[in-house]
């Protein structure tokens, strides 16, 4: 099973696609905590050049707090990563799938949590 949701948008901007994530994102209760500019963040350290690509961490506090309720060191793996890229294909949105993520931590009370997670951020994908 793949461990992210993804789809290609109907724009080529990256700014415009960044903006609808962020509003479907925000309609699923997820805040975005932080934003890397991975080009230009590798332009600066390694003077490599690198296509538009952004990581986005998204989180939703009632989850997040149940998830740190069940597991203390949960944190590792928050927030959830959402990527906007440029594609040859356009402009790309994918979000990691929190089920796939949890397996390795192996504990049965992250498992509701992980789904209703996935769920929302399926559809704020979607949405976008």
Request: net charge negative.
């Amino acid at each position: 099973m793949a461990y992210y949701v993804a789809r290609t948008l109907d724009t080529d901007e990256i700014a415009e696609a960044e903006e609808r994530i962020t509003a479907a994102l925000s309609d699923e209760g997820f805040g975005v905590l932080s934003r890397i500019d991975v080009a230009e963040t590798l332009k600066k350290k390694l003077d490599a050049d690198f296509r538009p690509y952004l990581i986005l961490g998204a989180c939703n506090p009632e989850f997040a707090h149940k998830a740190l309720q069940a597991e203390d060191k949960i944190g590792t793996m928050l927030p959830c990563n959402v990527i906007v890229q440029k594609t040859d294909n356009g402009v790309e949105i994918a979000a990691i799938d929190p089920v796939e993520s949890m397996q390795a931590v192996g504990n049965d009370a992250l498992s509701s949590i992980a789904a209703s997670v996935r769920d929302r951020l399926r559809r704020a994908v979607e949405a976008a």
